[in-house]
């Protein structure tokens, strides 16, 4: 394998923090048994096999060494918090952690691409109210981020399928009932223009 240079480890390292804190977000409390250091080892197992599961290859090639950095960064930072319960072991974020980790998260989103496109148009629309003027904003950049294309004012749309990253925006963003709708539709006016902003001629 190729050697890492300084700056490529630094941002690798970033990586291994940001997952493992996506890790303990979505499982809560990592429940080991035995020592710190066989908890910190357990930790890094439990990683290892996450990022299997998503295929991060360069990752999954990092030294042990690497993984531990990451993970009492972590700790020594407060995002990451190890109690003892008994003869357990609990692992988990701290509250400020939590709240990196779902930034993280967010920060992470992408629309996936299919291979073929099915001729469909997503349709986003969203009623935020100025009292909530600073979420509003922060929302439109997001989507901007994500790739939708802004056809009127609270009207954007994509050529693919964003409902799993606006379900999480609409989630971290805490939006009311109704503020966010999504519709699908065949046909759309200036269809052309689309096709060619999204590279799909």
Same mark, same amino acid.
């Given at each position: 394998? $190729?050697?890492?240079?300084?700056? %490529? ?5 970033? $990586?291994?923090? =940001? ?13 080991? #048994? ?22 991060? @290859?360069?990752?999954? @090639?990092? =030294? %042990? &060494?690497? +993984?531990k950095?990451? *993970?009492?960064?972590l700790?020594? /930072?407060?995002?990451?918090?190890? !109690? ?7 692992v988990?974020?701290?509250? &400020?952690?939590? $709240?990196? #980790? ?8 992408k ?5 073929? +496109? ?11 109210? %100025? ?6 904003? #922060? ?14 004012k609270?009207? +954007?749309?994509?050529? *693919?399928? *964003?409902?799993?990253?606006i379900?999480?925006? !609409?989630?971290f963003? =805490? *939006?009311?009932?109704? &503020? ?5 539709? !065949? /046909? ?6 689309? @096709?060619?902003?999204? $590279?799909?001629v």
């Amino acid at each position: 394998m $190729k050697s890492l240079d300084k700056t %490529e480890i630094k941002r690798t390292l970033g $990586k291994i923090s =940001r997952l493992l804190m996506k890790t303990l977000l979505i499982s809560g409390a990592v429940i080991l #048994a035995g020592s710190t250091p066989q908890g910190s080892r357990a930790v890094w197992k439990l990683l290892k096999y996450q990022l299997r599961k998503i295929k991060y @290859k360069r990752l999954q @090639k990092l =030294r %042990e &060494e690497q +993984w531990k950095n990451s *993970f009492y960064y972590l700790k020594r /930072n407060n995002l990451l918090k190890m !109690e003892y319960r008994g003869k357990q072991l609990y692992v988990s974020l701290t509250e &400020e952690g939590k $709240k990196l #980790a779902k930034k993280c998260k967010i920060d992470d989103l992408k629309i996936k691409k299919p291979r073929k +496109w099915d001729k469909k148009w997503h349709l986003l629309f969203f009623d935020i109210g %100025e009292k909530d003027r600073p979420k509003r904003e #922060a929302f439109r950049g997001k989507i901007k981020e994500l790739g939708l294309y802004k056809l009127q004012k609270s009207i +954007w749309i994509h050529p *693919f399928d *964003f409902s799993p990253g606006i379900a999480e925006l !609409e989630k971290f963003f =805490r *939006f009311k009932e109704n &503020e966010l709708i999504v519709i699908i539709a !065949e /046909n759309i006016p200036n269809e052309k223009l689309l @096709k060619e902003h999204f $590279k799909l001629v």
